[in-house]
């Protein structure tokens, strides 16, 4: 049987898949925070789950609906730690975004406080996107 956070983690990459935003709303914690690197217009801190979201909207609305992160592997760091490896893939503006990303999640009372990107190419991953 799988670790509970490992799980969550699942369960938060199939609500992303399928778009299903209440589901992945109820995995938040009110004040949790998404850091997206990088130097391109989607970097920063989103600050809140409100804002966590708008910025997955904004990922699916600048590619069209074409961004997936297809889940590869997980991996149980600790008790509050998951490192979850998944493909980006999408197209934009005659662009093609394909390649591995890993996101940390922290992990505190069954819910997702804080996630960390770490793109494979942080250039290509911006270029994407600008």
Not at 40 to 53: E, F, R, W
Not at 92 to 105: A, C, I, Y
């Amino acid at each position: 049987m799988a670790h509970p956070n490992e799980e969550l983690v699942r369960q938060g990459y199939k609500a992303f898949g399928e778009g299903d935003m209440e589901t992945l709303r109820s995995l938040f914690a009110p004040d949790a925070v998404h850091s997206a690197t990088g130097n391109g217009p989607l970097a920063g801190d989103y600050k809140g789950v409100d804002d966590v979201l708008g910025y997955y909207g904004k990922l699916f609305e600048l590619s069209d609906g074409t961004f997936t992160a297809e889940l590869k592997s997980t991996k149980v760091e600790g008790d509050d730690t998951v490192v979850a490896t998944h493909r980006d893939k999408g197209q934009r503006g005659g662009k093609t975004l394909d390649q591995d990303e890993t996101l940390t999640f922290t992990i505190s009372g069954g819910k997702f406080t804080h996630l960390v990107e770490d793109h494979s190419d942080p250039a290509a991953y911006d270029a994407f996107w600008s």
